[in-house]
C-alpha cells in the first residue's frame, strides 16, 4: 500500500529513494492495494498549489498521475476501522485497508511512523526494504 505521499514521491517528484519502490509497482512485484476514497484524495491533493506548480513545471498533468493510480493500484472496497487509530484521521484509511489486508504500507508521515510497533502487531509491516 502506498499513502499519498509516496504516490507524490514516485511520480511527481521523481524522488531517487523512491526509484526502486516505483520499479517494483510498475513491473507487478509489489500489489498496491487502494480505494476509491484514496484516488480521491490524491486528486485534491494534486490541486494543491504547491503540488500544481510543480506539475506545471514538469509539463505533467495531473491526470497522467491519476493515470499511474488507474493502472497500477487495484482497487478495493473501503476497510472496516482498524483496531488502532491514527492521530491524522486522513492517513485512518490507509492503516484500515493494510490491516484488513495485512498488507505491508509505504508512509513518511510521522502519524504513521509513530504506529510502527501496533501496526505490527495487525501483521503490516511498516516501509519494508526501506533504506
Not at 494534486?46 to 487495484?74: C, E, M, N
Not at 491524522?88 to 485497508?97: H, N, R, T, Y
Request: charged letters at 25%.
Amino acid at each position: 500500500m502506498l499513502d499519498t505521499n509516496i504516490v507524490l514521491d514516485l511520480w511527481v517528484f521523481d524522488e531517487p529513494q523512491a526509484e526502486a519502490l516505483r520499479t517494483s509497482v510498475e513491473s507487478g512485484s509489489t500489489q498496491w492495494l487502494a480505494t476509491a476514497t484514496m484516488r480521491e484524495e490524491l486528486a485534491r491533493v494534486l490541486a494543491y498549489p504547491q503540488i500544481a506548480k510543480r506539475l506545471t513545471h514538469r509539463q505533467l498533468p495531473a491526470s497522467a498521475v491519476l493515470g499511474h493510480f488507474d493502472r497500477w493500484a487495484q482497487l478495493q472496497p473501503d476497510a472496516p476501522k482498524a483496531p488502532y487509530a491514527c492521530k491524522d484521521a486522513d492517513d485512518q484509511k490507509f492503516i484500515d485497508l493494510a490491516v484488513q489486508h495485512t498488507a505491508a504500507l509505504h508512509s513518511k508521515d510521522a502519524q504513521v511512523l509513530c504506529m510502527k510497533k501496533r501496526l505490527e502487531r495487525c501483521g503490516v509491516a511498516l516501509n519494508p526494504n526501506a533504506t
